[in-house]
């Protein structure tokens, strides 16, 4: 196998992203990167009049407006447009930060959270960098059984993504119904990121009736920002419980009076083609990427698809006894960039070693150069005898 020697330093999982971004074959990061489609290609085209509209009007109905069309896109119809309940930010990291310092600012019993493992490494990092402490949660014990009593002893906030970045994994509306019971119970606040639900009809249960009906004080962080290719124009929102107790909406203003009214219309005007069958046509375009990706590399010795039921934008892909930055030094040689796991297990690196992550919001042809230069450089690396 093409060795190279190890130049490159990414210190986060969105640095090996950055690194992709000047390439042809970019399937490193998890933004929309796909064409248009004719009917998203007319919204670009309504642009200037959004900006005389958005101009004219009120920004806090716009606001509404756009947020209503979104939530209900996603079936969230149970959210609340009660004063600072609905807070808009730049991106959904912004949201997590200004989650993180909340948490760390507020008088909780602990300054621990219990944390979705694996997950975008940003996450950890965000908290990590307010001084919060950190406790992993495994995926598949969050979605099982309820979370030990001891646990919920010693943290203030449980946080989990769902679906999960980059297994895919969605919360059932039952566990998530019992974990918000169990929140409550220890008042600890319960905060998920659903920044990926678009792409799951399983994730689009009506989840804020769910953690209303259990009275635990919760916050919840949505995104428009994967779905549509807008070049990076995207709101994320920092949604809350009435009884929360976290100073979110001070830390909020002391970051931002609030964000652009155009590109609310535009969302307003996505989320409008989204519930016309626009969402539906995006997940079945994410599932045909999915198979030709896996069609592509399905007979190559060793290689697994690890999330059977994923519907999500990005597929992980383990390359059986071969270590998954060998594989990504290899086609980074030939332009692919893709993405290695470990960072995502931000507790126990070495269990993402021989997995790598895959973008599917990309176009078709671009999946299909990578897909085969990606089964080339695993077919040059046969897996290890022993
Ligand atoms: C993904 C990167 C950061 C993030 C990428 C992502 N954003 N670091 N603020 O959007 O899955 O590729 O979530």
């Known amino acids: 196998m093409n060795r190279i020697p190890p130049t490159v330093s990414a210190e986060n999982l969105t640095q090996f992203e950055t690194l992709a971004l000047a390439s042809s074959m970019n399937l490193a990061d998890g933004h929309a990167r796909q064409q248009l489609t004719a009917a998203q290609g007319k919204i670009v085209a309504d642009l200037p009049n959004l900006w005389a509209e958005a101009v004219m009007r009120p920004v806090e109905e716009i606001e509404q407006e756009a947020a209503a069309s979104f939530f209900g896109m996603l079936g969230q119809l149970s959210h609340s447009f009660a004063a600072g309940r609905t807070l808009s930010c730049y991106s959904s990291s912004l949201a997590m930060e200004i989650l993180a310092r909340s948490l760390a600012t507020a008088s909780e019993a602990s300054d621990a959270v219990a944390l979705i493992h694996p997950t975008f490494d940003n996450i950890p990092d965000i908290l990590r960098g307010v001084g919060l402490r950190l406790v992993p949660v495994e995926e598949g014990q969050v979605h099982d059984e309820d979370l030990p009593t001891e646990l919920l002893e010693r943290v203030g906030c449980v946080f989990i993504t769902t679906p999960n970045n980059p297994t895919g994994r969605v919360m059932s509306q039952a566990r998530l119904r019992r974990l918000a019971e169990q929140c409550a119970e220890h008042n600890v606040v319960l905060a998920l990121d659903t920044c990926f639900r678009g792409f799951d009809p399983a994730a689009q249960f009506d989840h804020y009736a769910v953690l209303d009906a259990s ?16 070049l990076e124009l995207k709101i994320g929102w920092l949604v809350r419980s009435a009884n929360v107790g976290l100073p979110i909406e001070k830390i909020h203003s002391d970051i931002l009076l609030g964000t652009s009214p155009l590109i609310m219309l535009m969302v ?85 070693e021989r997995m790598l992550r895959l973008a599917l919001s990309r176009n078709p042809s671009t999946l299909l150069s990578g897909a085969r230069v990606l089964r080339s450089a695993l077919l040059d690396a046969p897996e290890s005898q022993g």
């Open 215 to 230: 009275g635990c004080r919760w916050v919840v962080i949505e995104d428009t920002g994967k779905l549509w290719p807008t």
């Open 268 to 352: 307003k005007r996505f989320a409008e083609d989204g519930a016309d069958g626009g969402l539906a046509e995006l997940q079945r375009t994410i599932a045909d990427h999915r198979a030709l990706v896996r069609a592509e590399l399905a007979d190559v010795p060793g290689v697994t698809f690890v999330d059977d039921h994923a519907r999500v934008s990005v597929e992980r892909l383990h390359v059986g006894s071969r270590q998954g930055m060998d594989v990504w030094s290899a086609v980074r040689s030939q332009s692919l960039y893709v993405l290695p796991c470990q960072k995502f297990h931000w507790a126990r690196p070495h269990e993402g």
